[in-house]
């Protein structure tokens, strides 16, 4: 994975083969489209080709630099990185929070305990834009930590060095 090294970010082997095996799941669009197609919702830095990744490095740079401020566990912050790697995974589509999980089904019965932690973390990310009310709220401090670094990641006012 050269735009991102996970094994930097996910301590627990199983949770970063986990995201490593989902991502191999990932449409091929994944890896180059940009993170809004009328650059309206994001910033400079993720627009064009690649820019959904860069918008995904970006927010998971943002939960390493809050950690800190957070009670989080270790094993919780592994969830929480997986999720934010995974959570634009079926981009373009205004149910791709939900998608996600059907793309990753073939990997629940290798990694059950894993994908029932990080599935709803991505199914919720989009928190207040839950346009259609077909989407999960954030409930839980995962949940909305990750929806936090989500928003964080895609404000125009804020430039990642990435």
């Given at each position: ?125 989009m928190g207040q834009w839950n346009l259609f009310g ?29």
């Amino acid at each position: 994975m050269e735009w991102l090294e996970l094994e930097k970010f996910i301590r627990n082997e199983k949770v970063l083969e986990f995201t490593r095996a989902a991502l191999s799941l990932a449409k091929p669009e994944f890896f180059y489209i940009p993170a809004s197609s009328s650059g309206q919702y994001h910033p400079e830095y993720a627009l064009g080709v690649g820019g959904l990744l860069r918008h995904t490095k970006a927010a998971i740079i943002i939960a390493n630099e809050l950690f800190p401020i957070y009670t989080f566990t270790p094993r919780i912050q592994d969830y929480i990185i997986s999720a934010l790697t995974l959570h634009d995974l079926c981009k373009p589509g205004p149910l791709h929070p939900i998608e996600v999980k059907l793309v990753l089904e073939p990997l629940r019965e290798e990694y059950g305990v894993i994908f029932d932690r990080v599935i709803p973390l991505v199914e919720s990310h989009m928190g207040q834009w839950n346009l259609f009310g077909k989407l999960p709220v954030p409930s839980t401090p995962a949940q909305k930590f990750v929806h936090l670094c989500d928003y964080l990641a895609s404000r125009k006012k804020i430039s990642i060095t990435l």
